[in-house]
């Protein structure tokens, strides 16, 4: 009798321990295909349409905080008298990347308005830093 229940209880652990690994694996699997999900989001671009005639037409991928300033040390180099050493940042989000003004003299614009505050940038925006045009799309 007590082998019976011996056997019993042996058979009902190896059934709770395939239904705890299957669980597992599909909390996993879960997991995995929400990480590919994220990597398919497209990733924003910034191309300079107007400005120096050397920077006209480049395009800068913003999959990282990018300053844009006349000084050497910013990620995008745009000289001009308007500009400021370090006139903005853009930061790429989940919801699209965020465009602020780093207290120039002259301002930053998005679609044609100055900016005050930090702006969340979408496909289709117009930037304008200086006499440079700037503008956002997804790739």
Known sequence: MIDLLLLAGRIALIVFLYLFLL?????GVGLVQGTRKSKTTPIMTLTIVEGPPTLTGTTFKLNSTMLI??????????????ISGTHARI??????????????????????????????????????IGTAKLVVDEQ
């Open 69 to 82: 300033g006349r000084s050497a040390g910013n990620d995008v180099q745009i000289n001009g008298e308007a």
């Open 23 to 27: 669980l597992v694996v599909k909390a």
């Open 91 to 128: 930061t790429p989000g989940i919801d699209g990347a965020i465009l602020e003004d780093l207290g120039s003299t002259n301002g930053t614009f998005l679609n044609g308005m100055p900016i005050r505050t930090p702006q969340t940038l979408r496909p289709g925006d117009h930037i304008e």
